[in-house]
């Protein structure tokens, strides 16, 4: 049975939500005993490692960027890694539901901030 691009879109987008609270989840355990900072470089250094690969096989690794966009992309960047290592000390140090839920509003944010 072929699915169609939506239920395909829906498929991936469920079990990517799962990935990612089983990632949360295995984070939290990490926290209990490798610091914060070490936990994140040595998951860092594998989320990059398969992403690589995946892009090397897919021939999506032909992007290059223009000067002019080179800016921006950095600054994007750079929000990621923060955003990224303040969510995951918030999840060492809060229960993972609360972590989470907060995290939930984060689209509300950008919305709220897009609007205006």
Do not use: H
């Amino acid at each position: 049975m072929a699915l169609s691009d939506n239920a395909k879109g829906a498929l991936l987008m469920c079990v990517s939500m799962g990935a990612f609270c089983i990632n949360d989840g295995f984070m939290k355990v990490n926290f209990e005993t490798v610091p914060v900072a070490q936990t994140l470089f040595m998951r860092g250094i594998i989320a990059s490692t398969i992403l690589i690969a995946w892009a090397w096989s897919t021939g999506a690794l032909a992007f290059r960027p223009s000067k002019r966009e080179m800016v921006p992309l950095m600054y994007r960047s750079l929000g990621e890694i923060v955003a990224t290592g303040s969510f995951m000390m918030a999840l060492s140090n809060m229960p993972i539901a609360n972590a989470t839920a907060v995290l939930q509003g984060a689209p509300l944010a950008v919305t709220m901030g897009a609007a205006l």
